[in-house]
C-alpha cells in the first residue's frame, strides 16, 4: 500500500531495530482496523516486532505450528509468528534475517479463519 497524502509517517528503524513492512494490502488494511480497535497493544506489537521479532514464546506471541510454521517469500521459506491482540484480533508475520524486515502478512481484529 503506497503512503499517500494524509497518511501516518512510520518511524525507520533505528539501531539494531527491524524494519516493518505490509506483505500483503489486506494487513495494511487490517492493521488500521486493529489500531483503531486497539491502539495500545498494536503499538506494543509494533514495539516488540521491531525489537525482537523472535522472542522467547508465551501464550501471545508464538511461532505458528504445522503448515503455518512457515510461508513462502520472495522464494524462500520465512517463519510464520503470530501475536494475539485481545481474544480475537491476531498479526502475523515472519522476520526476515537476511533483509533484516519483517514482513507482517496478516493483521487484523478479527480471528484468521486459516487457522479454524
Known amino acids: 500500500m503506497s503512503p499517500k497524502r494524509l497518511d501516518r509517517v512510520a518511524p525507520p528503524p533505528t539501531g539494531g531495530e527491524w ?3 505490509f506483505g500483503t494490502t489486506e494487513a495494511a488494511k487490517g492493521w488500521q482496523d486493529l489500531c483503531s480497535q486497539a ?4 503499538r506494543e506489537a509494533f514495539e516488540l516486532m521491531r525489537s525482537s521479532p523472535r522472542p522467547r514464546e508465551d ?5 505458528l505450528r504445522g503448515g503455518l510454521s512457515t510461508r513462502d517469500w520472495s522464494g524462500r521459506s520465512l517463519e510464520q509468528w503470530q501475536i494475539k491482540i485481545g481474544s480475537s484480533g491476531r498479526i502475523w508475520y515472519l522476520p526476515d534475517d537476511e533483509n533484516h524486515s519483517v ?3 496478516y493483521a487484523s481484529p478479527a480471528h484468521p479463519k486459516d487457522t479454524d
Open 19 to 21: 524494519d516493518l513492512r
Open 39 to 42: 491502539a495500545s497493544s498494536a
Open 59 to 63: 501464550a501471545t506471541h508464538y511461532r
Open 103 to 105: 514482513w507482517i502478512v
